[in-house]
């Protein structure tokens, strides 16, 4: 099908401009209301990882008290539809309502970072059977994660092993050369050194979203459910580096403030 007059009406992105004045939620939802059906089942598929992120945050109040971070937009669930995760388990994604069957009774002893590995591999696993385009992208993305944890291991002696492919561990990190056909495939690769070496945040997620970008320009469609979807992608990157400008970081501390004072508040209440 084609998506013409949908793809047309989008305004135009950048990952360089410092300010664009977008309406993101209003964007998705004009998308999610003009796809076919089992395009817009698809779809949801770019959204699910902010979804098992914010589900992430619940349990890890629920079972590692930690104060409960700020909802991660846009996403497909309500914070209460997550809180409520023992009713509304069959309303979520297959992997999803697997991980909570599989694993709640383990959830007291498991790490907070084997939950969360345990679910992005089960989301890893989902998604092997869907759109070819869904498929390709987030083998791509789960190969460039290996890289960035590849150098940060090799940067770091505190770190455990990551979950990598072992080549991807023994050919890429400090000192190691890099395969050419690696370089050819992914543009940057060499400078994922030097900016896990820089300890900024800020750089090191630039570049891992310059890489996606980049992908994605070579994936590009013509008027079709690819471009849409490479078009989500890239909206979800700007959006996330938007969060993260300076103005709009302060504003988040200052909001996990107010969480942790009320949890602090709360805990005397009990005592």
Do not use: C
């Amino acid at each position: 099908m084609s998506y013409y007059y949908l793809i047309a009406s989008l305004p135009g992105l950048s990952l360089n401009k410092k300010a664009q004045r977008i309406d993101y939620e209003d964007i998705l939802d004009t998308i999610q209301r003009n796809l076919e059906p089992s395009d817009a089942r698809q779809f949801r598929y770019l959204l699910y990882p902010n979804d098992h992120q914010n589900l992430l945050h619940v349990l890890f109040e629920k079972f590692k008290a930690i104060p409960r971070a700020p909802k991660v937009y846009p996403a497909i669930f309500s914070e209460k539809d997550l809180a409520d995760y023992h009713k509304n388990r069959m309303m979520f994604p297959a992997y999803m309502s697997y991980f909570l069957d599989e694993y709640t009774d383990q959830f007291q002893t498991l790490t907070m970072k084997e939950m969360e590995e345990l679910l992005w591999e089960l989301f890893y696993e989902e998604v092997e059977h869907q759109d070819p385009f869904i498929v390709a992208y987030y083998q791509f993305e789960r190969k460039l994660k290996m890289f960035f944890s590849a150098y940060n291991y090799s940067n770091f002696d505190f770190l455990t092993v990551p979950n990598a492919e072992e080549g991807i561990l023994n050919q890429i990190g400090k000192g190691l050369s890099i395969p050419p056909d690696w370089l050819r495939n992914h543009p940057h690769i060499e400078d994922i050194g030097e900016a896990i070496s820089s300890k900024e945040p800020g750089k090191i997620e630039k570049l891992m979203n310059q890489m996606k970008w980049d992908y994605l320009d070579e994936k590009k469609g013509v008027f079709n459910k690819e471009q849409v979807f490479e078009y989500t992608l890239k909206l979800l990157m700007v959006q996330r580096w938007q969060s993260l400008l300076p103005e709009r970081g302060a504003s988040r501390f200052v909001e996990m403030q107010e969480r942790i004072k009320h949890n602090v508040r709360s805990l005397q209440n009990i005592r």
